[in-house]
């Protein structure tokens, strides 16, 4: 079964409106959804903002509802100028770059201790059948603050992190250690920039309507074709 984490209710609302036969149901202060999503059983999960949050959605979605592949969907800053608000953007790996350990053990920045490689990947038969439908394949910058921070752009951009959001990082690492699929689709919001933040505010709505077309797509790489 696929479980569903969006962080706000404006990111989960295009799907929930795509859901029937919906049971809600809320626990530790998360609001979830079962039901149908284009005739496939699905868990969608608001979890609220930030990284605890979004993998504590994750966690219930594979250990109370029985999920066993895990979509990250929302929104997300574009780090990498090339990309436009509006566009759809599919994770192939995320890294927590505000993880920080170097200080006290000479460790690479956004390294966590239980893992090989600071990006971790998300599953790769869904990004490779994204990237044969011509959408865009990305890394993942997660963090926990929404500021913009010069020297942050830089690290990311040396690290090859095309966006940034405050969930995936954090969902990839505890469905990694679970043994559960992993995906990641968003749109571009805002650039990470000096005027982030009044992009988001101003172009949140329209990001959103632009993910929501791909939820079929999504249903179909997941589930296969019927």
């Avoid at 219930?60 to 969907?73: E, S």
């Avoid at 690479?108 to 490689?117: I, K, P, V, Y």
């Amino acid at each position: 079964m696929l479980g569903i984490v969006c962080a706000m209710a404006s990111e989960a609302k295009p799907v929930l409106d795509l859901m029937t036969d919906v049971v809600p149901q809320s626990f530790a202060k998360k609001q979830f959804y079962l039901g149908n999503l284009l005739g496939k059983k699905v868990v969608l999960c608001v979890s609220d903002i930030g990284k605890v949050n979004s993998s504590m959605g994750a966690i219930l979605c594979v250990q109370k509802f029985g999920a066993t592949t895990i979509a990250n969907f929302g929104v997300v800053g574009a780090i990498d100028p090339s990309l436009k608000i509006g566009d759809v953007v599919v994770g192939k790996s995320a890294m927590q770059y505000d993880f920080d350990l170097s200080l006290p053990n000479g460790i690479d920045r956004g390294q966590l201790s239980n893992f090989d490689d600071k990006h971790i990947s998300l599953t790769q038969k869904y990004v490779d059948e994204f990237a044969k439908l011509g959408y865009k394949i990305c890394r993942i910058a997660t963090t926990d603050a929404f500021r913009y921070n010069a020297d942050n752009v830089a690290y990311c951009r040396e690290c090859d992190l095309a966006v940034e959001d405050m969930e995936m990082g954090a969902i990839a690492q505890v469905c990694t250690l679970l043994g559960v699929d992993t995906l990641s689709v968003k749109s571009v919001s805002n650039m990470v920039d000096s005027n982030g933040a009044d992009e988001f505010n101003e172009m949140e709505h329209d990001a959103i309507s632009c993910y929501a077309k791909v939820i079929p797509q999504v249903i179909e790489v997941v589930y296969g074709k019927n």
